[in-house]
């Protein structure tokens, strides 16, 4: 069994690539030529509308992505016709390659993150090959999904310093003994990822780190040396990809970005008649600017795109 970093390093060297695209389905902006009258408010249709979706999304993408990261807020809403439609999308990804991230932001206390972590990491219909866990619980909440990690060649990703503009109302918060929260969780997580170390130096225990937090990522990666950033915030939330240079080592790599609106609508730039756009549209303008996306962050990675 291969190990988890050096796994997903390895995919970003081959396709040149540190670029994750986030399959965050929303029907209301899907176009009629793929909705096929899907109904966002009562949910008829989800299903074909949102895996169809998906499929001219992963198709448009895969070359210039290292993996795909569905929301599973955007499957839940619809119930079991959502769920059945991630299942879809996780087994097309797969078919064409891709890693599979599930933004699943889980952590419970330990048995039931143990189930979490068998569910996103295990061999089950909705696994993917990474998962993200929110850390709020405790250690016995997130050791479940590092341990599950460590056993089957997967990944994690732990909330560290999130994206949002409200993120520093906790984990901003300071300590008695000097510091703030997050860096105390940034020295917890190096401890952790250092008992799984691949040959190119980065562990398969990953930490979120947002892309609108440039200085506090210099801050967290001199006590998180191990551990592969997920950064999302680039794109529709304001990062650009000059900030996305201190998450970056010096070979340009221990980070992945994250990008989801502004991909997966980015048709909606036409104009009012995007509704209206055929397929090959679509996929064009996705496609595109998936590839924008790429270049623009190997260019701070000191990389030109192949
Ligand atoms: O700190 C975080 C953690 C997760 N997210 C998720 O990433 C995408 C971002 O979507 P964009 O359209 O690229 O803004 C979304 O699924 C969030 O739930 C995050 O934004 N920040």
Not at 35 to 43: K, L, S, V
Not at 125 to 144: E, K, R
């Amino acid at each position: 069994m291969s190990h988890f970093g050096d796994r997903l390093i390895e995919e970003g060297r081959r396709k040149r690539t540190a670029l994750v695209v986030g399959l965050d389905p929303d029907l209301r902006f899907i176009p009629e030529a793929i909705r096929q009258g899907a109904d966002p408010e009562t949910g008829e249709g989800a299903e074909e509308a949102i895996f169809a979706f998906n499929r001219v999304v992963i198709d448009a993408v895969a070359e210039h992505v290292v993996a795909v990261k569905p929301q599973l807020a955007y499957y839940e809403i619809y119930g079991a016709s959502g769920i059945t439609a991630l299942e879809r999308t996780i087994r097309y990804a797969r078919s064409k390659g891709l890693l599979v991230l599930n933004d699943a932001k889980r952590g419970d206390i330990g048995p039931t993150s143990a189930a979490y972590a068998r569910a996103f990491l295990g061999d089950g219909p909705i696994a993917g090959d990474m998962v993200t866990v929110n850390p709020f619980l405790g250690s016995d909440g997130y050791m479940p999904f590092i341990e599950t990690a460590e056993a089957a060649g997967k990944g994690v990703f732990v909330l560290l310093k999130t994206s949002n503009p409200s993120s520093g109302e906790l984990q901003d918060l300071k300590l008695d003994g000097g510091g703030m929260l997050y860096m105390k969780l940034a020295e917890e997580l190096e401890r952790l990822a250092a008992r799984s170390i691949g040959l190119h130096g980065y562990s398969c225990v990953g930490a979120v780190v947002g892309g609108t937090y440039p200085e506090e990522a210099r801050a967290i990666r001199t006590a998180l040396k191990s551990a592969i950033f997920l950064v999302p915030g680039y794109g529709a939330q304001g990062g650009s990809a000059d900030s996305l240079r201190p998450f970056f080592d010096a070979r340009g790599e221990g980070a992945i970005v994250s990008s989801s609106r502004a991909i997966l609508y980015a048709y909606r730039n036409v104009g009012e008649h995007w509704s209206s756009l055929s397929e090959a549209e679509i996929s064009r303008a996705i496609g595109e600017e998936a590839s924008r996306a790429k270049d623009a962050i190997n260019a701070v990675r000191g990389l030109r795109s192949q």
